[in-house]
């Protein structure tokens, strides 16, 4: 069997089991996937294929192409489920681990260094975390990694006319999926890399492909031409300009402090957090030896990957709204220059001190401390109250934390808010024995083996996660109580006019078939607007608020309903109130 082969069947079955482990048996996870959930649940074939909607009202904030693919999932896995709506992201995780092996191997040709790079991909933490869930931005990635392998086949291996036609067109798909980041991140960093070089204008016509450009403005020419021809002038501009142009002028959303990314990227690319600073001081101390070239016949490839990660880190700390997820298109070049260092570290301790590489007893330790990650966030779970009571005595009241605690338990529920102190108590230790695991190694100069040390305990610790905790912490049975509920409302009175004031979720109609008018709590103004609107109209009235937002609404009048249940979701309690008869 072909040993490429086998890697990346090695690669898909980790991936398998780290994207989907527990996924069949968790409910909606967040605002994100209750909304994207419900877009594609509302598409028909038609008109409404490429307008999008939401609720009823017309949904302009993303291109359809992501949409499509959950829908087909939805046909496949047999209805609407937060499963099905993951498996279109999971795919492309899996797709981007197998991706991040061809760069590596293409820039390096060694099968270990790209068998490690992409299992560093894999357990960064918000790159799992997003490839787990319902999210757009993987997908977007799928893209542009694809559009990375293609020129870093055109630049080091000569590649033809095929590369050209693919790079562009990979980048095409990757608009379509989220707008101009695919493109930003696709030939950014590699014009900051050309530019590195000095080679701008000699190479970047080599990049150039009149078929491969024609093929990116036809392969969004599918969507963009029906949403102006079909679609209202407003919500054809709203997609087209605002957000895109319009999110960089006139943010409204995600505005974060142009240092942000300083504070949140640390741990959310972790392993590869240190070895980057590693390579960069390793690089800077010995920029003046082997004629400027510390990595030798590598050196042009780390450069590229140097520039893909760092321009994708700065460009988006200029961009006004901030996620931690938008870094994601440059976690490739990070995790692929992490696998090479470690390699490179290694090597030159091999050449320096004439040792063995490492044998297969350094590789027997790691396999038997992969089962304690599990072990301890069993144990983190059965006392989490314990764990709670001691981790609140360190967070004062008011703080910062105290507030994202609050709002985690506001979301999720008192189970996951014990489940986050539980993660961070389980972190920390895994984090102090691998630490210091890594140190014997490194004392011992067994580099690979430490940092493979490190990537497997992190592995099993997800496992542990995503396999145990997660699917029974984010259950979905009271949304659909309260979908089951309202549909029972809507069975007496089919005209019935569902209204919801409350926090960015839940959506209550994920599950069954109708459509609501929805108010988050910084619409309380619109809100009352609204309701005074449609009060006079002759068509009852299912109005659902958030009992602890009703001090926002002083100012509505609420004699005509009546209250009729009480419905807990997610750490909430909601209160539905049906109106009176009308004259």
């Known amino acids: 069997m072909n040993q490429h082969f086998k890697s990346l069947l090695l690669l898909a079955v980790a991936g398998l089991i780290l994207f989907f482990i527990g996924s069949p048996w968790t409910g909606f996870q967040g605002t994100d996937e209750l909304r994207y959930g419900q877009i594609a649940k509302e598409l028909e074939p038609g008109r409404d294929l490429f307008l999008l909607h939401f609720n009823g009202e017309r949904y302009s904030d993303k291109p359809p192409l992501y949409f499509w693919t959950v829908g087909l999932s939805y046909e496949i ?78 630049y080091f291996h000569k590649a033809g006319g095929w590369a050209k036609f693919w790079y562009w067109t990979f980048l095409g798909l990757g608009f379509a999926i989220k707008g101009p980041a695919a493109l930003v991140a696709g030939i950014g960093g590699v014009a900051v890399f050309l530019l590195w070089q000095r080679e701008f204008k000699a190479r970047a016509r080599e990049l150039w492909s009149w078929s491969g450009f024609a093929a990116m403005i036809l392969v969004n020419a599918v969507w963009i031409l029906p949403i102006v021809l079909l679609g209202d002038s407003a919500s054809s501009q709203d997609m087209i300009v605002e957000q895109n142009l319009g999110r960089v002028i006139r943010p409204d959303r995600h505005v974060e402090p142009i240092w942000y990314y300083l504070e949140s990227t640390w741990h959310n690319i972790f392993p590869a957090t240190l070895f980057l600073i590693a390579g960069g001081v390793y690089w800077f101390r010995r920029r003046k030896t082997d004629g400027g070239r510390p990595f030798g016949d590598f050196h042009a490839a780390c450069r590229f990957l140097i520039a893909w990660a760092l321009f994708t880190f700065f460009f988006f700390s200029l961009y006004p709204p901030k996620r931690p997820q938008y870094l994601l298109p440059g976690f490739g070049g990070a995790a692929i220059f992490t696998a090479f260092f470690v390699d490179f570290l290694s090597k030159r301790y091999e050449e320096k001190h004439g040792d063995a590489m490492p044998n297969s007893k350094y590789y027997l330790l790691p396999g038997i401390l992969s089962i304690i990650p599990p072990i301890l966030v069993g144990l983190a779970v059965i006392w989490h109250e314990q764990i709670f009571s001691l981790a609140s005595r360190f967070i004062s009241a008011g703080s910062e934390a105290a507030e994202k605690l609050a709002e985690t338990q506001a979301e999720y529920g008192s189970e996951a808010l014990h489940l986050h102190i539980a993660v961070q108590v389980v972190g920390t230790l895994l984090a102090l024995g691998a630490g210091a695991f890594m140190v014997r190694l490194l004392l011992r100069r067994r580099i690979v083996a430490a940092y493979g040390t490190l990537v497997g305990i992190v592995f099993a610790g997800y496992l542990a996660l995503f396999g145990w905790i997660i699917p029974p912490t984010l259950q979905d049975d009271e949304i659909k109580d309260a979908d089951h509920r309202v549909a029972e409302f809507l069975k007496e009175q089919p005209d019935l006019r569902v209204i919801v004031f409350g926090d960015d979720k839940p959506y209550f109609n994920v599950y069954e078939e109708f459509l609501i008018t929805y108010f988050d709590r910084r619409e309380d103004d619109e809100f009352v607007a609204y309701m005074e609107k449609v009060m006079p109209q002759e068509r009852p009235i299912l109005l659902i608020i958030r009992q602890d937002y009703l001090g926002r609404i002083d100012e509505f009048d609420l004699s005509p309903f009546e209250p009729t249940v009480d419905m807990p979701i997610r750490g909430d309690t909601f209160t539905f109130y049906r109106q009176r008869a009308l004259d």
């Not at 993951?86 to 820039?107: D, F, N």
């Not at 270990?112 to 990635?141: E, H, K, P």
């Open 77 to 154: 896995f047999g209805g609407v489920s937060a499963f099905a709506l993951r498996v279109p992201g999971s795919l492309s995780a899996i797709m981007c681990a197998l991706l991040t092996y061809g760069i590596a191997w293409s820039l390096f040709k060694r099968r270990d260094v790209a068998i490690l790079a992409a299992l560093t991909l894999m357990v960064m933490g918000r790159f799992v975390w997003i490839g787990r869930w319902g999210r757009l931005d993987i997908m977007m990635c799928m893209f542009v990694y694809a559009a990375m392998l293609c020129f870093v086949r055109i």
